[in-house]
T-cell receptor
Framework: DARVTQTPRHKVTEMGQEVTMRCQPILGHNTVFWYRQTMMQGLELLAYFRNRAPLDDSGMPKDRFSAEMPDATLATLKIQPSEPRDSAVYFC???????????FGNGTRLTVT | SQQGEEDPQALSIQEGENATMNCSYKTSINNLQWYRQNSGRGLVHLILIRSNEREKHSGRLRVTLDTSKKSSSLLITASRAADTASYFCATDAYSGGGADGLTFGKGTHLIIQP
């Protein structure tokens, strides 16, 4: 059963450290999304890609966040430097096309102290 | 920014009863989707309804869409304890140049009392 894989599942780090989250989308899916979930804000769309090209990253704090797709099997989300307000669960999702249902990974729970 | 908004924020019912959740959105859409999230897990797609459809069924799920009111509802019939989860609506706002990314509401937390 194909699924989206995210690593790590949990990450605890100190303020100022770099954090890298990884996502392996489902093979053949050409859209990849990054979301952040918090109790206060709910699910926020951070960035998304189609055929590895970034379509929109306006949801990300540009000065510290970056999202890339080095190849079709890997998407990364980096935070440098991390801050306590970045603490959240970060989800990656992939879809066969822009209007298709999304398949979510189980998320990376990030805690910045 | 968030496009969809679910109502109610929380719902607690007895097993066997029907559960209805509503979603309102702001701009024109291509389709509307409903997802479910169990605690500590990612979201799981339940059903997609296109903007030219008014009703769709999948097992015990029934979704309606009223584009004139910019609203949708999700009905779960004969609820089970295993239906306890958070339910989200998601829309892909159409902004002329093509579909935008899928945006989610804050969800309805559904509790089914055994």
């Amino acid at each position: 059963d194909a699924r989206v894989t995210q690593t790590p599942r949990h990450k605890v780090t100190e303020m100022g450290q770099e954090v890298t989250m990884r996502c392996q989308p489902i093979l053949g899916h050409n859209t990849v999304f990054w979301y952040r979930q918090t109790m206060m804000q709910g699910l926020e769309l951070l960035a998304y890609f189609r055929n590895r090209a970034p379509l929109d990253d306006s949801g990300m704090p540009k000065d510290r966040f970056s999202a890339e797709m080095p190849d079709a099997t890997l998407a990364t989300l980096k935070i440098q430097p991390s801050e306590p307000r970045d603490s959240a669960v970060y989800f990656c999702a992939s879809g066969a096309s822009m209007n298709s249902p999304l398949h979510f990974g189980n998320g990376t729970r990030l805690t910045v102290t | 920014s968030q496009q969809g908004e679910e109502d109610p924020q929380a719902l607690s019912i007895q097993e066997g009863e029907n559960a209805t959740m509503n979603c309102s959105y702001k701009t024109s859409i291509n389709n509307l989707q409903w997802y479910r999230q169990n605690s500590g897990r990612g979201l799981v797609h339940l059903i997609l309804i296109r903007s030219n459809e008014r009703e769709k069924h999948s097992g015990r799920l029934r979704v309606t869409l009223d584009t004139s009111k910019k609203s949708s509802s999700l009905l779960i019939t004969a609820s089970r304890a295993a239906d306890t989860a958070s339910y989200f609506c998601a829309t892909d706002a159409y902004s002329g140049g093509g579909a935008d990314g899928l945006t989610f509401g804050k969800g309805t937390h559904l509790i089914i009392q055994p």
